[in-house]
């Protein structure tokens, strides 16, 4: 220990002396303690004593904690498995369509959480095309079951990117072995596959359990009466201006949300558990038999004909003029939410900004902090993959509290929400960009600075280069998620200032069917066009939306 400080020591000294690399250290860890840690402390430090007798003496917040978890439970159980199954079909069989069926489970990821909600309720609705045209039933999809089903759908894909990525890591040498000393297929499965995969179902898991925690958009539009702590924190601030209590609400939120995330960090840091070390095995898996396949193709397939029913249903909305009374085509829904109002636009420069600002500060805070050895380096690590762990609706009421007043009164104005957006999306970006520089010798670097190079030359011109494809990655990605943001934003919107993704909420809330459809259409288009360009440029050398 005391030679690892002393080594950190003599490293920190060697950046002191490069005055240029030691500023742009201090400005990286200004900037996350400032924009990260600042606004969670100012939520978790506002409510008081009084605050949190007044919760737990009402129990229709009580109430709200317990949906939470009730839907998180219910939610990660079944996206989770929905995702395994999907993993497994795409990785271990040899069933036609796996194109088809891996294209669409994108969609969930490039597009708005909440257009599942937006969908539902279009489909099964009480005007529904499916329950009241087709079948003429008066049905009412909100509650808990159709929030169950939403975000079953919204975030399987988080599941399946996971599980899949595990799977292939496996060793095929030790399925051959099982099966040489005469094991059964599900022998085989139950033995050696599945105790290999568990670490990968927990990551995903853990992870699914975040996302359906901060889910924000899904439980306003489709929850109906079945309040949960991300909306009742927003109804607090809105509503009754409780600022205090919305805070109190959030910090609840957190508990159960950095619990998984610190959980899903240590199994994914005991991963080796499903690979195998030494030479890679050249021997080829046996695909899964017919009686595995086609019973796995055909719960693909109906998975997938209803994501393909959720967005052929935003679009058909988008083009209607009245929904669930004229059916007629009509370019109206798209002319007022598109060419007569700014919120596409805003959303556009705002995430365009916010993804330059991330792609940058990710690659330069992951070559400082991987790179370079100083005391405080963990801690700016955590600091900087902090955001994955803090929902939404916290960031958002930390960023109101946080930057309401001089130095730094930054509310109401565009800047705070490209600020959130960036920020919200760096631990994607920072983690990419690890990883990559991960497969790079080092040894690289060391002789570029021989050559009397220093730091930053060495990074502009040797580590960067490197770093392109990992840099435009966090690009789109950030662009990506940032258009289609909701949780955080919706407490920073201002008039002039108003972001597609909280213009679909409120035309939801109100009725509007078809125009916000036409906006949520816009949105997974700009989504769909922004994947596609980045597929063509970068090819497979790089990824994107893989966990």
């Known amino acids: 220990m ?7 020591a003599k490293e920190f ?14 400005i990286v860890a200004g900037l996350l303690v400032v924009f990260i840690l600042f606004p969670v402390v100012r939520v978790l430090t506002l409510p008081r004593l ?9 129990p229709a917040l009580l109430r709200a904690a317990i949906h939470s978890l009730v839907m998180m439970i219910l939610s990660t159980t079944t996206a989770t498995l929905v995702g395994l199954l999907f993993a497994y079909a795409l990785v271990r069989t040899q069933m036609p369509m796996k194109a088809f069926f891996r294209t669409l489970t994108l969609l969930p990821l490039i597009s708005p959480p909440f257009v599942t909600g937006l969908a539902f309720i279009l489909l099964f609705g009480r005007r529904g095309l499916f329950t009241y045209s087709v079948l003429g039933l008066d049905l009412n999809p ?7 089903m939403a975000q079953t759908l919204a975030f399987f894909p988080v599941a399946y990117l996971t599980i899949a990525g595990v799977l292939r890591s496996i060793d095929p040498a030790l399925e051959l072995a099982a099966q040489d000393l005469g094991a059964s297929g599900f022998q085989i499965f139950r033995t050696v596959t599945l105790p290999l995969l568990t670490p990968g179902i927990a990551s995903a898991a853990l992870l699914v359990g975040i996302f359906v925690l901060a889910d924000f958009g899904n439980p306003m539009l489709i929850g109906g009466n079945y309040s949960v702590l991300a909306t009742e924190a927003y109804m607090q601030v809105i509503g009754r201006y409780n600022t205090e209590m919305a805070a109190l609400l959030a910090s609840v939120l957190l508990l159960p949300s950095l619990a998984l995330f610190l959980a899903q960090r240590y199994v994914m840091e005991k991963r080796s558990f499903v690979t195998v070390t030494g030479r890679p095995s050249a021997l080829g898996r046996k695909p899964a038999p017919w009686y595995v396949t086609w019973p796995l193709f055909g719960f693909c397939l109906a998975v997938s004909l209803v994501i393909l029913a959720i967005y052929l249903v935003i ?19 798209f002319q007022y939410t598109i060419f007569r109002q700014r919120d596409l636009y805003n959303s556009v ?9 991330t792609a940058a500060l990710a690659t330069l805070s992951a070559y400082l902090i991987e790179r370079k050895s100083f005391l405080g380096r963990e801690v700016l690590d955590f600091f900087t993959v902090l955001p994955a762990a803090v929902p939404g609706t916290l960031i958002g009421i930390g960023y109101v509290l946080a930057f309401n007043q001089p130095p730094l009164e930054l509310t109401g104005t565009a800047a705070i929400i490209v600020l959130c957006m960036a920020f919200r999306t760096l631990p994607v970006g920072y983690r990419n960009a690890v990883s990559v520089l991960h497969q790079i010798d080092v040894a690289i670097e060391r002789a570029s600075e021989d050559l009397g190079a220093d730091s930053l030359r060495t990074f502009v011109h040797i580590v960067l280069p490197l770093l392109k494809y990992a840099f435009f990655a966090t690009l789109v990605y950030t662009f990506v998620k940032s258009i289609n943001t909701l949780s955080a934003v919706i407490f920073l919107i201002s008039p002039g200032n108003v972001v597609a993704s909280a213009s679909i909420l409120g035309l939801a809330e109100h009725g509007y069917w078809g125009q916000a459809a036409a906006l949520a259409t816009a949105l997974i288009t700009l989504g769909l ?10 090819g497979r050398r790089a990824q994107l939306f893989e966990l």
């Open 142 to 148: 909100y509650g808990w079951h159709g929030l169950w």
């Open 13 to 26: 000294r060697r950046i002191a002396a490069d005055p240029l690399l030691l500023t742009l250290l201090v």
């Open 2 to 8: 005391l030679d690892q400080v002393r080594l950190q």
């Open 50 to 58: 009084e605050h949190w007798h007044e919760f737990l003496g009402r």
């Open 349 to 357: 420069r705002f995430a365009l900004s916010a993804a330059v600002l």
């Open 315 to 333: 679009v058909l909305g988008a083009f209607s003029k009245v929904w669930g009374v004229d059916w007629s085509l009509s370019l109206r829904n």
């Open 529 to 538: 066009l922004s994947v596609v360009v980045f597929r063509l440029i970068a």
